[in-house]
């Protein structure tokens, strides 16, 4: 799908990915956390090559970056607060129950939804409330990086607008790098510091 791809990104920035659907824009993703290895090339994160076959270190990789997949990719068996503490748990094993429920509660506030959410299914939640939850659990880990595919995906355009607004808080707040893949062009014009349009496989 991709061919001869060279892309640098500079900490700090949001960069959106635009091209053709089935054009290899959320490849480039799976590439960038790790999901796929590349037949060529290299991926570099911080210096450190984390393309080559015996390198797959997720204590480290996964903990600098966060994902917001384009459906959400929520836990339907869990509530939003189970959802957003599930990485807490994961990989602070020495964080205390009452500290991730802090935790779950500042990331609740970041993404303006209201602390009794934490008990709601995410079947009980309309798309923009879950991709927010997805979000939230994203960022709990306090990544370096976000990596958002499709955020807009299926919003009206008002609810659109306040997850554009939320990838640009994420952006001042945290001080994230962000790669955002998009169809979306207004949303890609006002996230975006740099945008990269991917065409037959380069950019």
């Given at each position: ?15 959106v ?29 911080d ?27 929520l ?28 935790q ?14 934490r ?67 207004a ?17």
């Amino acid at each position: 799908v991709l061919r001869d791809v060279t892309l640098n990104i500079r900490r700090g920035e949001t960069i959106v990915i635009i091209g053709q659907s089935g054009g290899g824009k959320s490849v480039i993703l799976k590439h960038m956390i790790g999901l796929l290895q590349p037949d060529g090339g290299e991926v570099r994160v911080d210096g450190e090559i984390i393309s080559s076959p015996t390198f797959f270190d997720t204590q480290t990789i996964r903990k600098k970056m966060g994902m917001l997949f384009q459906n959400g990719a929520l836990f339907d068996s869990m509530n939003a607060g189970e959802n957003i503490a599930f990485a807490l748990r994961e990989h602070n094993r020495n964080m205390s129950e009452e500290e991730i429920q802090e935790q779950v509660t500042k990331m609740l506030q970041m993404i303006h939804l209201k602390t009794e959410f934490r008990k709601k299914m995410p079947s009980e939640l309309s798309g923009g409330m879950r991709k927010r939850l997805a979000l939230a659990r994203a960022i709990a880990l306090k990544p370096q990086i976000l990596l958002y595919d499709e955020p807009t995906t299926g919003l009206d355009p008002v609810t659109s607008d306040v997850i554009n607004d939320l990838i640009i808080d994420m952006q001042q707040k945290l001080g994230v790098t962000s790669v955002v893949v998009t169809h979306d062009m207004a949303s890609a014009y006002k996230v975006s510091d740099r945008i990269a349009m991917l065409y037959e496989g380069r950019i």
